[in-house]
């Protein structure tokens, strides 16, 4: 860049300025604290992996120990289950319904901004205030059961063994497809009316458009969309907190390394489990950037 | 180190997508109309119950399947500032997401005019290292932070929630950057040559110059610091030092809930967020489309 400035020959590079090299270290402290703490946590919380610490005592090094108990660990691989399948339920069924939402959302000129209001509006709310609706829905004497008590369809558990990470899955697709429907609105208003005029003219049926001309150039939003979503999904923790399942039936990985941690104050296997669960952010983040070339179209 | 102004051509970004006029791409037809009915329903519906719930008395929840109160009563939400401190809690809310807030968008703007806008040695890598952080998920400083924390003394104190926002954060600075790139290199020139100090230039130049980008920031911020679970959780003990958030789950009882004064207390929490969501959507629109999530 320095280059850049002294090839230019109408002005000659300024001289330091005498303020601000003053000012410079006080400028860049609060930031430099923020780096130093997020590299600085990543090597201490991989070191507390291979440590036993109760917070009380001194840490223990214990080797590899943590890491080989997490691999027998019938819970670790429970909650691994359960956050997995929240990523493969709630992310494309947020994309399905989002895009299609997003497509209806663009024809509409009558009450289009009320819809696009009303569909975002959960994105601001609270998690907590939003599964406490949820735990009162999904209630066993609770207003689903009564309507459909009343339709006399029987009644649901939905917060049973078997149904609960279920019920959790709509709760997140519920609260988290308006907020997707507006990033594919504001794809679908980037690409311009001629494609589809031109593709019109050629004969080409609302389906073929959807495939050759929609869907293709909505890649980008669909690929941040994904992105963003897959590593949200891999830390729920809001949700299920609030709206648990009995039995582990709910345990997601973010949860269960807040209990190890902040409940049994088990620093070192806590920190060996968060170990784990960065290794899958990272990979999974690094595996769709690779990916993404194969599938993303960007325009020029 | 040596400090000089930065000459680079002004780099226009325009971060939020420009709307251009809306486009139909065909005339709705009236099932169109009605799913779209439909969604709202369904995403609006358990709000609107949940608020005809918390109207009513839980003997007349208990005893009636209707949605509809037999009677209106407000008790619930006098019980949700009695049973808890709830006003409290507010207050402590407030405070938390308004000095974090505060705090992080002064650091964020004080570094990202310096990586804008001054020379110095190692700007570049230094500026690398940030942008990495942004790929860092939050769980990485989970476990080290507290630990820090604690050891700090600082554990159940909203000081343990306010100071690590205060460091700002690397979206921030990416963001702020971008825009303050943008702003002609004169304005500087011509405060200098005023007399004003960095600050000043700062806070009094280049601030109001950014006021849009800032808006989108403190809005997205102060939605995650209240709606924030995870850290009240764990740093706060005392019911008295509590966010509303966290605060709420005390009304989730171990065997049985009291529904309708559960959801007023939700309700309550609910107000703020809706407010800045009803004033200010188009910026929280604008800022998760870029950032990708409130946190």
């Given at each position: 860049?320095?280059?850049?400035?002294?090839?230019?020959?109408?002005?000659?590079?300024?001289?330091?300025?005498?303020g601000?090299?003053?000012?410079?270290?006080?400028?860049?402290?609060?930031?430099?604290?923020?780096?130093?703490l997020?590299?600085?946590?990543a090597?201490?919380?991989l070191?507390?992996?291979f440590?036993?610490?109760?917070l009380?005592s001194?840490?223990a090094?214990?080797?590899?120990a943590?890491?080989?108990?997490i691999?027998?660990?019938?819970?670790?691989?429970?909650?691994?289950?359960?956050?997995?399948?929240i990523?493969?339920?709630t992310?494309?069924?947020?994309?399905a319904?989002?895009?299609?939402?997003a497509?209806?959302l663009?024809?509409?000129?009558?009450?289009?901004?009320?819809?696009?209001?009303?569909?975002?509006?959960?994105?601001?709310?609270?998690?907590?205030?939003?599964?406490?609706l949820?735990?009162?829905l999904?209630?066993?004497?609770?207003?689903?059961?009564?309507?459909?008590?009343?339709?006399?369809?029987?009644t649901v558990?939905?917060?049973?063994?078997?149904?609960?990470?279920?019920s959790?899955?709509?709760?997140?697709?519920?609260?988290?497809v308006?907020?997707?429907?507006?990033?594919?609105?504001?794809?679908?208003?980037?690409?311009?009316?001629?494609?589809?005029?031109?593709?019109?003219?050629?004969?080409?049926?609302?389906?073929?458009q959807?495939?050759?001309?929609?869907?293709?150039?909505?890649?980008p939003?669909?690929?941040?969309?994904?992105?963003?979503?897959?590593?949200?999904?891999l830390?729920?923790?809001?949700?299920?907190?609030?709206?648990?399942?009995?039995m582990?039936?709910?345990?997601?990985?973010?949860s269960?390394?807040?209990?190890?941690?902040?409940?049994g104050?088990?620093?070192?296997?806590?920190?060996a489990?968060s170990?784990f669960?960065?290794?899958i952010l990272l990979t999974?983040?690094?595996?769709?950037?690779?990916?993404q070339?194969?599938?993303?179209?960007?325009?020029? | 180190?040596?400090?000089?102004?930065?000459?680079?051509?002004?780099?226009?970004t325009s971060?939020?997508?420009?709307?251009?006029g809306r486009?139909?791409?065909?005339?709705?037809r009236?099932?169109e109309?009605?799913?779209?009915?439909l969604?709202?329903v369904?995403?609006?519906?358990?709000?609107?119950?949940a608020?005809?719930?918390?109207?009513r008395?839980?003997?007349d929840y208990?005893?009636?399947?209707?949605?509809?109160?037999?009677?209106?009563t407000?008790?619930?939400?006098?019980r949700?500032?009695d049973?808890i401190?709830?006003a409290r809690?507010?207050?402590?809310?407030?405070?938390?997401?308004v000095?974090?807030?505060?705090?992080?968008?002064?650091?964020?703007?004080?570094g990202?005019?310096?990586?804008?806008?001054?020379?110095?040695?190692?700007r570049?890598p230094?500026?690398?290292?940030?942008?990495?952080?942004?790929?860092?998920?939050?769980?990485?400083?989970l476990?080290?932070?507290?630990t820090?924390?604690?050891?700090?003394?600082?554990?159940?104190?909203?000081?343990?929630?306010?100071?690590?926002?205060?460091?700002?954060?690397?979206?921030?600075?990416?963001f702020?950057?971008?825009?303050?790139?943008?702003?002609?290199?004169?304005f500087?020139?011509?405060?200098?040559l005023?007399?004003?100090?960095?600050?000043?230039?700062?806070?009094?130049?280049?601030?109001?110059?950014?006021?849009?980008?800032?808006?989108?920031?403190a809005?997205?911020n102060?939605?995650?610091?209240?709606n924030?679970?995870?850290?009240?959780?764990?740093?706060?003990?005392?019911p008295?030092?509590?966010?509303?958030?966290v605060?709420?789950?005390?009304?989730?009882?171990?065997?049985?809930?009291?529904f309708?004064?559960?959801?007023?207390?939700s309700l309550?929490v609910?107000?703020?967020?809706t407010?800045?969501?009803?004033?200010?959507?188009?910026?929280?629109?604008?800022?998760l489309a870029?950032?990708?999530?409130?946190k």
């Amino acid at each position: 860049m320095a280059t850049l400035s002294q090839t230019r020959p109408v002005r000659r590079p300024r001289r330091v300025t005498p303020g601000a090299a003053k000012w410079l270290p006080v400028l860049l402290l609060p930031v430099t604290v923020g780096l130093v703490l997020v590299y600085f946590s990543a090597v201490y919380g991989l070191a507390l992996g291979f440590t036993d610490w109760n917070l009380i005592s001194d840490p223990a090094w214990v080797g590899t120990a943590n890491f080989a108990e997490i691999l027998d660990d019938e819970r670790f691989w429970t909650a691994l289950r359960n956050t997995v399948e929240i990523v493969a339920v709630t992310v494309p069924a947020k994309v399905a319904i989002g895009l299609g939402l997003a497509i209806l959302l663009s024809r509409v000129a009558r009450l289009s901004s009320f819809f696009r209001l009303a569909l975002f509006f959960p994105t601001s709310c609270s998690v907590v205030a939003v599964a406490f609706l949820w735990v009162y829905l999904y209630d066993p004497n609770g207003l689903l059961n009564s309507w459909l008590g009343a339709l006399g369809l029987g009644t649901v558990k939905w917060m049973s063994p078997d149904h609960a990470l279920t019920s959790v899955n709509v709760m997140i697709i519920w609260g988290g497809v308006g907020y997707v429907a507006l990033l594919f609105l504001a794809g679908l208003q980037s690409i311009p009316a001629e494609y589809y005029e031109a593709s019109r003219l050629d004969g080409a049926s609302a389906w073929r458009q959807f495939w050759s001309i929609t869907f293709p150039l909505l890649t980008p939003t669909t690929f941040f969309v994904v992105v963003t979503g897959i590593i949200a999904a891999l830390q729920t923790f809001g949700e299920v907190f609030i709206l648990a399942g009995p039995m582990d039936s709910t345990l997601t990985i973010m949860s269960y390394i807040y209990e190890r941690a902040f409940t049994g104050f088990e620093m070192g296997y806590s920190a060996a489990l968060s170990a784990f669960l960065i290794l899958i952010l990272l990979t999974a983040t690094g595996a769709q950037l690779w990916f993404q070339r194969k599938w993303v179209t960007y325009e020029r | 180190m040596s400090v000089e102004l930065d000459r680079r051509p002004a780099a226009v970004t325009s971060v939020p997508p420009a709307r251009r006029g809306r486009r139909t791409h065909g005339r709705a037809r009236g099932w169109e109309y009605a799913v779209l009915v439909l969604a709202v329903v369904v995403i609006l519906g358990p709000f609107v119950v949940a608020a005809l719930t918390s109207l009513r008395t839980n003997a007349d929840y208990l005893s009636s399947t209707s949605v509809l109160p037999t009677e209106l009563t407000f008790s619930n939400y006098v019980r949700v500032f009695d049973e808890i401190p709830m006003a409290r809690m507010i207050l402590n809310g407030l405070f938390i997401a308004v000095l974090g807030t505060l705090g992080g968008l002064v650091a964020s703007l004080v570094g990202a005019f310096c990586f804008a806008k001054l020379r110095f040695a190692g700007r570049e890598p230094l500026f690398g290292v940030v942008l990495f952080t942004m790929l860092v998920p939050s769980t990485v400083t989970l476990i080290p932070l507290y630990t820090i924390i604690r050891a700090a003394g600082l554990v159940d104190t909203p000081w343990a929630l306010i100071l690590p926002l205060c460091t700002g954060s690397a979206f921030a600075v990416f963001f702020l950057r971008q825009h303050l790139m943008s702003v002609p290199h004169e304005f500087y020139e011509a405060a200098v040559l005023d007399g004003c100090s960095v600050p000043g230039t700062i806070f009094r130049v280049y601030l109001p110059l950014v006021r849009g980008p800032l808006a989108i920031l403190a809005i997205l911020n102060f939605l995650a610091s209240w709606n924030d679970l995870l850290g009240p959780l764990i740093y706060l003990n005392t019911p008295e030092k509590m966010t509303p958030t966290v605060g709420l789950t005390y009304f989730r009882g171990q065997y049985t809930t009291d529904f309708p004064v559960m959801l007023a207390g939700s309700l309550v929490v609910l107000v703020p967020t809706t407010i800045i969501f009803l004033v200010f959507n188009r910026h929280i629109r604008d800022g998760l489309a870029i950032s990708g999530s409130l946190k």
